[in-house]
């Protein structure tokens, strides 16, 4: 018989997380939904969500996932240029996207978080925090080497 809170293993690994960064590759929001929530359709939450942090957000480098009226909407709403990179076209060998590579560098900071790795969390919702605890963790760190450095 299956488990009446449901099985949350299944939930997460069936879970998608959207990170909006600043260009130096920092968290600033984050949201995990369902995997078949679209990316264009959890942007507005996504955005409203920076902007409370981030209030001067002006510009945005992203996929080709986030297209559509409901991001071009939510933009001009809050006010902030939508620019889309595409991806190279196709060819021999490997190419670097432009401004991918800070994303895919952030993914995998956090992805050096064992509770994010290992899906222990139950909710979305705790899922997300660990986010937020990752960079926190990663932020620190990087305090704490930086005072070292500046008082020897």
């Avoid at 920092?26 to 409203?48: E, G, K, N, Q």
């Avoid at 809050?78 to 190279?88: D, F, K, Q, R």
Wanted: charge should be positive.
């Amino acid at each position: 018989m299956p488990d009446v809170r449901g099985n949350w293993q299944e939930i997460l690994a069936r879970a998608k997380r959207l990170c909006l960064l600043a260009s130096a590759g920092v968290l600033v929001a984050a949201i995990v939904t369902p995997a078949d929530v679209t990316d264009r359709a959890a942007f507005p939450t996504l955005l409203r969500k920076a902007r409370r942090v981030a209030p001067t957000i002006s510009h945005l480098w992203v996929d080709k996932g986030y297209t559509g009226r409901a991001v071009i909407s939510a933009a001009a709403g809050a006010g902030v240029t939508v620019e889309v990179i595409s991806g190279p076209k196709p060819g021999r060998g490997f190419i670097v996207q432009p401004r991918r590579w800070v994303v895919e560098r952030t993914n995998g900071w956090i992805n050096h978080c064992r509770r994010i790795d290992r899906h222990y969390e139950t909710t979305l919702a705790a899922h997300e925090g660990f986010l937020y605890l990752s960079q926190i963790a990663l932020l620190l760190r990087r305090l704490d080497r930086s005072q070292l450095f500046d008082t020897l």
